[in-house]
């Protein structure tokens, strides 16, 4: 049974920082690609990074680059997001994704966490 779960989240004022990890289960976690996908109050899906730890590959949204840090713990079978510099824009339910393949620049996820949000205000 595959599972994924989002923790981490929370209030932290602009210029802040929060850490957002997803504990994962039932598949082979260091041989995946992994993504972090949020969804702002009132707006679509936002694809935020994704992380192919296997070939130490990391892929960032024009938004969040220099900013957020996408990382894994294989160990634990873990992933992670830093996040600094944060901007009201950044208030979000974050989800922990797994990537099912690409097609190009098209890509599709096919397992889920819950989410957690993070809010960013003063």
């Known amino acids: 049974e595959v599972q994924l779960v989002e923790s981490g989240g929370g209030l932290v004022q602009p210029g802040g920082s929060l850490r957002l990890s997803c504990a994962a289960s039932?598949?082979?976690?260091?041989?995946?690609?992994m993504s972090w996908v949020r969804q702002a109050p009132g707006k679509g899906l936002e694809w935020v990074a994704s992380?192919?730890?296997?070939?130490?590959?990391?892929y960032y949204a024009g938004s969040v680059k220099g900013r957020f840090t996408i990382s894994t713990d294989n160990a634990e079978s873990t992933l992670y997001l830093q996040m600094n510099a944060l901007k009201s824009e950044d208030t979000a339910v974050y989800y922990c994704?797994?990537?099912?393949?690409?097609?190009?620049?098209?890509?599709?996820?096919?397992?889920w966490g819950q989410g957690t949000l993070v809010t960013v205000s003063s």
């Open positions: 994704a797994k990537v099912s393949g690409c097609s190009g620049y098209v890509c599709y996820w096919d397992y």
């Open positions: 039932g598949f082979t976690f260091s041989r995946s690609v």
């Open positions: 992380i192919s730890n296997y070939i130490s590959n990391t």
